[in-house]
């Protein structure tokens, strides 16, 4: 999705408010701004905060550092901004995050990644958003395979959130498939040339393999890119993402080929919700521990109920996605503290 477009801007605008007083000045610390997903929801973050008026948005960048994050904390708790929201930096020292903030009494939302002692978070359910695109692609092996299900899972170890994607991934496969086999499983490290790499290792020593699994857009994208290289038979692969966060992946996902899934993630939504919950918390309305943003399996035949493609982009349609239905309480959830 491209920025500041008129568009999305009346995308964000059909949806209503919450009411009270307006925070000033938000600030946002990402865990690292070049990626797709982050560069939507940091987008959509200044539409909805411009939507209640507030007057900035002030965003730093950790780029995958937890003494960066803690860093840029300080610098936007000195530049008195109301409300923080942060993306947590896996890492043993990620408590100092809920506790900086404490200690400056600013209200914290958190986005993706749970930390102890947190008031609020706005994230997916990993592991059973990673089920229902696992299930999609057990039905589909079913179908197309014979039943035979051998995968490739370009995966991201360190960050447990990414992982139960894959964990959810191969058991809802196999809910379909029992005897399906994970032949390997690689760090991609969400970067697509690092996934192509590694993808073309396994698929040059494993030909059985017949499904490849990418935790996120990257990953996926890496794993496309090593299937066309290698000149592999694409009637005989199956791809399924995770994320749908751009309009390439829109694009690849609509002109048909290996890559048939992905679960759509909606980082529209989460940036959207993410003001919602600051502005709830300036006010001292409660909130829920985890705000649970909805996901879904999509593919070429159900994409455009959930965007719009225009001369601009792809736009959501705010109002189908909310109307998706979500987790009460995720199946599995980890603390990013130790």
Request: glycine letters at 8%.
């Amino acid at each position: 999705m491209s920025q500041n477009l008129p568009s999305i801007k009346s995308a964000v605008r059909e949806l209503p408010t919450i009411s009270g007083k307006i925070p000033e000045k938000i600030g946002y610390v990402v865990n690292y701004s070049f990626h797709i997903w982050y560069k939507v929801v940091m987008n959509v973050m200044r539409e909805r905060a411009a939507q209640y008026g507030i007057s900035e948005v002030n965003i730093r960048d950790a780029k995958m550092d937890i003494q960066t994050e803690l860093e840029a904390m300080d610098e936007l708790i000195e530049e008195k901004v109301d409300i923080l929201i942060v993306t947590p930096v896996v890492s043993p020292e990620v408590h100092q995050i809920v506790h900086k903030a404490v200690k400056a009494g600013i209200p914290l939302v958190l986005e993706a990644n749970p930390v102890e002692g947190m008031t609020t978070m706005v994230a997916i359910c990993d592991y059973d958003a990673g089920v229902k695109v696992g299930k999609w692609a057990g039905e589909y092996t079913r179908q197309h395979f014979g039943g035979m299900a051998n995968i490739l899972d370009i995966a991201y170890p360190p960050l447990r959130p990414c992982l139960m994607r894959s964990e959810g991934f191969l058991a809802g496969l196999r809910s379909v498939i029992p005897n399906a086999r994970l032949v390997d499983r690689v760090n991609g490290e969400a970067m697509v040339e690092t996934s192509c790499e590694l993808a073309k290792e396994v698929l040059q020593r494993n030909l059985e393999v017949n499904i490849v699994f990418g935790m996120d857009d990257e990953s996926i994208h890496g794993g496309l890119k090593a299937v066309e290289e290698m000149e592999i038979n694409t009637e005989n692969i199956l791809l399924a993402g995770f994320g749908m966060a751009g309009d390439e992946d829109k694009d690849h996902l609509m002109k048909g080929g290996p890559w048939k899934v992905s679960t759509a993630m909606f980082p529209e939504w989460v940036g959207l919700r993410c003001v919602d919950q600051a502005v709830r918390l300036y006010n001292g309305i409660p909130v829920d521990k985890h705000e649970v943003t909805p996901t879904f399996p999509v593919t070429k035949e159900n994409l455009t109920e959930y965007y719009i493609k225009t001369i601009e982009g792809w736009i959501p349609k705010f109002k189908a996605i909310a109307k998706i239905e979500r987790e009460e309480v995720c199946s599995k959830i980890q603390l990013s503290s130790p």
